[in-house]
């Protein structure tokens, strides 16, 4: 599965490359962004397409018992909803849709996969315990899901960032779910952690394709929806943190740059350099050390996620990416002592 959707994204990635600018389809430099040439920004079509395809084989070789149980309706409307998130981001890409009309589609998509299933229906809360949600659970799916997808967009702004943390996300949840018996969705996960590593070919510092809106409304999407499948599926607390864990980089990116803008009285939505990346960059880091350093966060939540989860040895995990964060931790510590 890995080595199908790898093989495609990177053979394919030329091609659109070429098309997108050929139709001028690139995202420009501009004072809030990073890179310093137009570079295409339809990587999104071949990770959408690479994740579909390999799951498409899979589906084909695997035996009739991984796709016959009832997760497997809930991922099938999980993709259904990626695949419309892909199409409302390749729209943007291609014709800038408005705020508002982009927060209106995903909040529709959205509402329709709720009604299919794919639902966060109660939360176990400390010294509450289960709390049935009632017609809570569509809000909180909505928020859930749409905030998801626009925390791995507002993180894509450096080369390799949003993928390779998508990338990391996405082997987290599929290790926590093959423990816990769900290789359904483990299959998702992995077929979509390929078509990552096939864009990081092209995607890493110095990038030659942006995913675009298409790319990280898809991923965002995957990932959020499956989680739910996957891991919010029992009424204990574990459940309900393991996907906040697995995905803390971007939603406490998202979040701190929320609370920032609304402080200093501007739009939630107004784009600025408030982003974790950003203050990295400020204070001296490089390009390629400011990615590396989130990889390690993004590496060491979720190994955390996968103590929490209970696999065994997994405190070996814990312990190695805790060493790796410190020592990347002190190197930024040093730079931000001499700036």
Not at 67 to 94: E, M, N, P, R
Request: hydrophobic share 55%.
């Amino acid at each position: 599965m890995l080595s199908t959707a790898i093989a495609f994204v990177v053979s394919s990635i030329p091609l659109v490359n070429q098309i997108a600018l050929k139709h001028h389809k690139f995202d420009l430099p501009s004072t809030r962004k990073v890179h310093q040439r137009p570079i295409a920004r339809l990587g999104g079509v071949s990770i959408c397409l690479g994740t579909m395809l390999a799951l498409a084989v899979v589906g084909l070789l695997a035996s009739e018992s991984i796709f016959s149980t009832a997760v497997s309706s809930k991922v099938a409307w999980v993709l259904l909803g990626s695949f419309a998130f892909f199409l409302i981001g390749l729209a943007d890409d291609l014709v800038n849709l408005s705020p508002v009309l982009r927060l209106m589609m995903q909040v529709f998509v959205a509402s329709g996969v709720w009604l299919a299933g794919v639902r966060i229906d109660f939360l176990t809360l400390p010294s509450i315990g289960l709390t049935h949600l009632g017609w809570l659970s569509l809000p909180i799916t909505i928020l859930w899901l749409a905030g998801v997808v626009n925390a791995i967009n507002w993180i894509d702004g450096l080369d390799g960032l949003a993928s390779g943390v998508s990338c990391i996300a996405s082997i987290t949840v599929a290790i926590v779910s093959l423990f816990t018996g769900q290789p359904t969705v483990a299959l998702v996960m992995l077929a979509l952690a390929g078509s990552l590593i096939g864009f990081l070919y092209y995607n890493f510092n110095p990038a030659h394709i942006f995913m675009g809106d298409g790319g990280s409304y898809f991923i965002g999407f995957t990932i959020a929806g499956i989680s739910v499948v996957g891991l919010v599926k029992s009424a204990t607390i574990t459940a309900i943190v393991l996907p906040f864990l697995i995905l803390a980089v971007p939603i406490l990116d998202m979040v701190a740059v929320i609370l920032a803008r609304l402080k200093n009285g501007q739009s939630p939505m107004a784009a600025d350099k408030r982003h974790l990346h950003h203050r990295l960059l400020k204070i001296g880091l490089s390009h390629r050390f400011t990615v590396l350093f989130i990889y390690t966060l993004a590496l060491w939540t979720g190994s955390l996620a996968i103590a929490l989860a209970g696999i065994p040895n997994s405190v070996f995990v814990v312990i190695a990416t805790t060493g790796l964060l410190g020592c990347s931790s002190w190197r930024v510590w040093s730079l931000a002592q001499q700036s």
